[in-house]
């Protein structure tokens, strides 16, 4: 198991950016392909990215159009959501996951999950 600790969301205006972290600790980072996830209210939890364990593949949630960038560092055992052009609707609660893995789980595997970092952007 890997404990994941979120940070960084906040209320930010649209238009805006705004880089989420989720610090990883208790296992090695390096062997968990780490995602991110959101769920806003009255909505169900939903895709936004994910990264392979050595950052060689990376996917998006269709509605990222290139907005969003996630990345992470494995010597300090964190992951990045750097997001831009933030929108309302992007309003939600963010979650970190991993999962241990060669490739790119799917998304219904992840397994570890952080309590989640609210951002609300403002029209």
């Known amino acids: 198991q890997v404990q994941l600790v979120e940070s960084g969301g906040r209320l930010v205006q649209a238009g805006g950016s705004l880089r989420l972290s989720c610090v990883a600790s208790?296992?090695?980072?390096?062997?968990?392909?780490m995602g991110w996830f959101r769920q806003a209210p009255g909505k169900e939890r939903e895709f936004v990215a994910a990264?392979?364990?050595?950052?060689?593949?990376?996917r998006y949630g269709d509605f990222v159009k290139g907005r969003f960038t996630i990345f992470r560092d494995n010597v300090k055992n964190t992951g990045f959501l750097q997001m831009s052009s933030l929108k309302p609707e992007d309003t939600a609660v963010y979650y970190c996951?991993?999962?241990?893995?060669?490739?790119?789980?799917?998304?219904?595997?992840?397994?570890?999950w952080g309590q989640g970092t609210q951002v609300t952007v403002s029209s």
């Open positions: 208790g296992r090695t980072f390096s062997s968990y392909a």
């Open positions: 990264i392979s364990r050595r950052s060689g593949r990376t």
């Open positions: 996951a991993a999962k241990e893995s060669i490739g790119l789980p799917s998304e219904t595997s992840y397994d570890n």
